[in-house]
């Protein structure tokens, strides 16, 4: 993992994390216990601040930024799919964003909605609680069923996997 300091602000990594070798982590950024961080992952706490909550999966190469002074946040036992872009927003717990989606500054995503993949979730948008939304813009479609549940903790256990028997073999 690349764990840089700027300036003064310096990344905190919670117990039982993982952090992939090519993922970077940089300045005021603070990951919670249990979490996956996949490859390519680019979290960056240099302008704003970034915080993930425990048993939450950041996917491979996705994006996390906030603006000045502000915060980009992730509750606990939500899943940001891979190649997805936060910026500036706050993602609630047990939240789900899909594959390449993209929530923009100041949107809220509400506890355990979901963000397709491809999704866009617009500056100052809300998508509330247990909701479905979609498209581009993002558009509610319908509630979230119990089908999601089985989701709850893949990437917790495999970044308890990978903790213990990820080896670099050349």
């Given at each position: 993992m ?27 950024v603070?990951?919670?216990?249990k ?15 970034i ?9 491979e ?14 509750g606990?036992?939500?899943?940001i799919?891979?190649?997805?872009i ?8 047990g ?8 929530v ?10 979901i ?16 909701k479905i ?6 558009k ?9 549940a089985q ?11 990978y ?8």
């Open positions: 690349a764990l840089y300091k700027f300036e003064s602000k310096v990344p905190k990594i919670g117990k039982e994390t993982y952090v992939a070798e090519t993922a970077d982590v940089i300045g005021d603070v990951i919670g216990n979490c996956y961080i996949g490859p390519g992952a680019r979290i960056k706490g240099d302008y704003g601040s915080r993930i909550g425990n048993e939450t999966a950041i996917q190469n996705c994006i996390l930024h906030a603006r000045p002074d502000e915060t980009c946040s992730v606990k036992q939500a899943n799919g891979h190649g997805a936060l910026h500036n927003c706050t993602i609630k717990d939240a789900i964003i899909g594959m390449g989606a993209i923009s500054d100041w949107a809220v995503v509400d506890k355990n909605a963000v397709a993949e491809g999704c866009v979730v617009k500056q100052h948008q809300v998508i509330p609680a247990g939304a979609v498209g581009v813009p993002a509610i479609i319908g509630n979230r069923d119990k089908q999601w989701f709850k903790g893949i990437y917790v256990e495999l970044a308890k996997r903790l213990k028997g990820l080896k670099k073999i050349k």
